[in-house]
């Protein structure tokens, strides 16, 4: 995967938080969603290669652009790669302006990035340093008192990450039982997946069931910076059922490993925040403009790059307005 590509790729991720922290606390998640999908679609088409949308905004019928299936970037015989987006992950959180929201892709070689159906997965995520000590069918005390043994922990000292559902009500009994200390999120599972393989993050694991896509767009990131995701796609009907052995999946509820989820390390990773959030800072309009804090990762080397990057929009209005 070209080096060059992973500033294209942050910036593509930029255009899409600004387009969409435009519309930060004012209630309407469709609109904040619509910029950021607009704004990332623009910002893909000036960048050199042949790409194919494989986790999107959903199938061509339902999603005007960053659909399944979706050729973006210039072509001219550019890298054939695979591209899994979510321009904005969180639109609840940006509608009431909480935090935690992110705009992400993911790039991979073809062929590399699992296609996963819109439905739900279960998932545990740590970071390099806890890595081969989970199992996702493991009892969660066990799997806590591993995870805290590997980090030089007490278990009351870690923090987990829980989306705040009703599913979730006898996992997060059973975390506060054994004494870890959970912090409930309202939406948004990508970012503190990804937030475990930061030490200083002050988040250790993620687990729960959030959305499919999501989870392998968040394994995208883990597999570039070491650490260790399992995920399980948890079908409701025997037409999600049928969806998972349409994309290759002879047992729909097998678990799924890193490697199951992305092949290989030619992977980049590229996030920016929308809303603060425990891994990147939101974006601040000033001024003299915006500013904005991207993360950009790439699989091959495992270089992580932190991105401050100060946009004098008075030069360039229409950056993330997706024109
Ligand atoms: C959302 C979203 C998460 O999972 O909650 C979703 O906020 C699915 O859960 O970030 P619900 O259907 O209960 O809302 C995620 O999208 C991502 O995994
Ligand atoms: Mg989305
Ligand atoms: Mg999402």
Redesign the pocket.
């Known amino acids: 995967m070209y080096r060059e590509l992973a500033l294209e790729f942050a910036r593509v991720t930029e255009a899409a938080a600004l387009a969409s922290a435009r519309w930060m606390g004012r209630g309407d998640k469709n609109a904040a969603d619509d910029a950021a999908t607009e704004a990332m679609r623009a910002m893909f088409d000036t960048i050199n290669i042949r790409g194919t949308v494989v986790i999107g905004e959903g199938e061509m019928d339902e999603a005007p652009m960053l659909y399944i299936g979706e050729k973006v970037g210039l072509g001219n015989g550019g890298l054939e790669l695979d591209i899994a987006v979510d321009p904005l ?2 639109t609840n959180i940006v509608a009431k302006g909480l935090s935690g929201a992110i705009a992400v892709l993911a790039a991979a070689h073809k062929g590399c990035l699992l296609h996963a159906p819109d439905m ?1 997965m279960n998932k545990i995520v740590v970071g390099p340093e806890a890595a081969g000590c989970i199992h996702i069918d493991a009892p969660v005390e066990e799997n806590l008192n591993n995870v805290a043994k590997a980090l030089g922990k007490e278990v009351e000292q870690l923090s987990v990450v829980i ?1 705040d ?1 009703p599913r979730h009500h006898e996992l997060i009994s059973r975390c506060r039982k054994a004494g870890a200390r959970i912090q409930l999120i309202t ?4 970012a503190p997946a990804v937030a475990t393989a930061f030490p200083d993050s002050g988040v250790d694991i993620m687990m729960g069931i ?2 499919a896509p ?2 392998v767009i968040a394994a995208a990131a883990i597999r570039c910076l070491g650490g260790e995701m399992q995920g399980r796609l948890v079908p409701e009907t025997e037409e999600e059922e049928a969806r998972c052995r349409a994309m290759g999946l002879e047992d729909p509820r097998k678990i799924l490993l890193l490697d199951d989820m992305v092949r290989g390390d030619g992977v980049i990773f590229a996030a920016t925040g929308i809303t603060d959030g425990s891994l990147l800072k939101g974006v601040k309009f000033t001024s003299q403009g915006a500013r904005t804090h991207t993360v950009v990762i790439r699989g091959r080397t495992g270089t992580i790059r932190f991105i401050d990057a100060l946009h004098r929009l008075d030069k360039k209005p229409n950056f993330g307005r997706g024109r």
């Open positions: 992950e969180g739900y989306l559902r939406d948004g599972d990508v959030g959305g999501e989870g």
